[in-house]
Structures are given as structure tokens and as C-alpha cells.
């Protein structure tokens, strides 16, 4: 049984990045689908749909995105709060990452964000991953 969904789907991206896949498979969540809705507003994937399988089990089914060079758009994706150690911030604190080319996905009262979207609504939350 899996403890973290977040960090399980996030190593499958980078995963599926380094071999150069088209798509990755995850384990659905209702997180998780907002964390990849973040990153396909943020142009790191091409698009994902929830797919129904066996026994009532949801997976993910991701695009990934290259450029043309035929390297993946996401340069680094890294798990900020674990469950041993979760980390919250507020809205103060989450302004820019990497000069405004990252972006950190914030699970907020309103949702997950990305840390633009949340300080401009004033909402802090937990870090949840960092993107550039």
C-alpha cells in the first residue's frame, strides 16, 4: 500500500520523462488530479484523462510534453511536503521559485493552486511540489 500518492505520481513523470515515453500511468487521487491540472495550466503536460479499470481502480493516463529537441518541458519535479514532514507556508511567503520559471503547487482552502494563483488570492496552504 502506497503512502504517498503525490510522490509516487510525481517519480512517475520524472520516470516517464527520462525514458522519453509519451505517456505515464498514475494512481488516481482527487490531489493528484488537481496537482496535474496545475501542470497543464502551466503548460508541463500535454493533457490527462482519469480512466476507469478493474475493481472500480481510477488511474491517470498522462501526455507528457517535449520540445524540439525532443527533451521533456519539465526540467526538475521535486516532493516538498511528505508526510513525515509537511510544510506550510503563507500567502506572503509564496511569491516567486527560480525567478518566476518554476512554479510551486500549493494545496490551499480554495484547492491546489500554483504560488501565483495563490498569492493573488491571499491564500496560503502546503507546499505540495516544486516545478521548473
Known sequence: MMNDLIADALTRIR????????VATLV?????????TVLQKKEYIENFKVVDGKNNKRTVSVTLKYDDNEKSVINEITR??????RVYKPASEIKNFKNGYGTIIVSTSKGVLANDEAHAANLG????????
Open 80 to 85: 516538498v511536503s511528505k508526510p513525515g514532514r
Open 125 to 132: 496552504g502546503e507546499l505540495l511540489c516544486t516545478v521548473w
Open 15 to 22: 520516470n516517464a520523462a527520462l525514458r522519453k515515453l509519451e
Open 28 to 36: 488516481h487521487s482527487n490531489t493528484v488530479v488537481g496537482v496535474l
